[in-house]
């Protein structure tokens, strides 16, 4: 009699377990693959991802902020005083040698004018040296073989003399001539010495401003570079945040409709069919209502958290919890016996 109770007890448990599965619309085996593919896997590889970008962003912020290092160190107050200590210096020498570039260029006009007369006076004493030398030559051949008289021998050795003279003037013009020359020649090349000397200073100025141009750009470049990587890191920072902690939502308690019809508790019979004895032992009933309390209260957790599949681990935790419960109300009625 007792063992028969205990099977009735224990197959009684176990229907609690199946049917709490069966009204949650699953079996066992999907009950536990909806445990293990609920949406933890998907929550951590986020976190995972945010935490990856997290790193990088400070890995950028970090090497952003050596290149500023770097930058800062070569724009210093010290080096850019020496750049422009350089800039005076050439600027000195250049303003020293346009001056005087200047001033030898004054004179140039007045030289030039000077060869230019110089060259007028030589081709001057040149023609006529020439146009003397053209009138002897045509009074010699006009003579023939004739024996010349005595003025056309005067003739011609007056024009002789003439062209002596005229050819000693040209050769004084044509040394004047080249004297003028090479004095403008002698003023151009100083001219154009001190021209090239402010131009290479000038290169020089050129050469350290556009360096130092370049460091202050490349400094203000590595300044906007580091901020833009600080604010990246942050907003990594704030999503790494974020995926880590995230809002947790309460769930939300299911009231039953206030129209639904709620089961009626099914009465225990006062005697055995069977046997026509009263009911059994107060332990087998004391069982069943620890069984039917626990299973109550367990599906009250199950249903307060707003899961439309019950955890599997929650259905066999009942399962189990029944069988537990009727292997105790077993041994208890063995021992009665």
Do not use: W
């Not at 250049?94 to 570039?101: F, G, I, K, P």
């Not at 990246?232 to 902690?245: G, P, Q, V």
Request: aromatic share 2%; net charge negative.
């Amino acid at each position: 009699m007792n063992d028969i109770l205990a099977r009735r007890a224990r197959r009684a448990t176990v229907g609690i377990a199946l049917s709490a599965a069966l009204v949650a619309g699953i079996a066992p085996v999907a009950a536990i693959a909806a445990e293990t593919s609920s949406p933890t896997g998907a929550v951590a590889l986020q976190t995972e991802d945010a935490a990856a970008a997290k790193e990088k962003a400070y890995a950028a912020m970090q090497e952003a902020l050596k290149n500023l290092e770097a930058a800062k160190d070569a724009a210093s107050p010290e080096k850019l005083a020496e750049i422009d200590d350089d800039i005076a210096a050439f600027q000195e020498i250049y303003d020293m040698v346009a001056a005087q570039a200047a001033e030898g260029r004054e004179p140039l006009p007045a030289m030039q004018a000077n060869v230019d007369a110089a060259q007028a006076k030589y081709d001057e004493a040149h023609n006529r040296t020439s146009g003397l030398q053209a009138e002897l030559d045509k009074a010699l051949e006009a003579l023939g073989d004739e024996e010349p008289s005595t003025a056309i021998k005067e003739h011609i050795k007056q024009l002789r003399m003439e062209i002596m003279t005229a050819q000693r003037r040209e050769e004084s013009c044509e040394d004047d001539l080249h004297r003028y020359q090479r004095r403008l020649e002698s003023q151009e090349k100083q001219v154009q010495y001190f021209e090239s000397k402010a131009k290479e200073a000038k290169a020089h100025i050129d050469e350290d401003i556009a360096k130092r141009n370049a460091l202050l750009s490349d400094l203000e470049k590595a300044q906007a570079a580091y901020d833009d990587a600080c604010k990246a890191y942050e907003e990594a920072k704030a999503a790494a945040d974020k995926a880590a902690s995230p809002e947790i939502t309460q769930p939300t308690e299911t009231t039953p409709p206030s129209n639904s019809a709620q089961p009626a508790e099914t009465a225990q019979p006062a005697s055995s069919p069977a046997t026509g004895k009263n009911t059994p032992p107060s332990s087998t009933k004391q069982a069943n209502s620890s069984s039917g309390k626990q299973a109550d209260t367990t599906a009250g957790k199950l249903a307060n958290t707003g899961d439309t599949a019950p955890s599997a681990i929650a259905l066999a935790g009942i399962a189990a919890m029944g069988l537990g419960i009727t292997a105790t109300a077993t041994r208890r009625i063995r021992n009665s016996k």
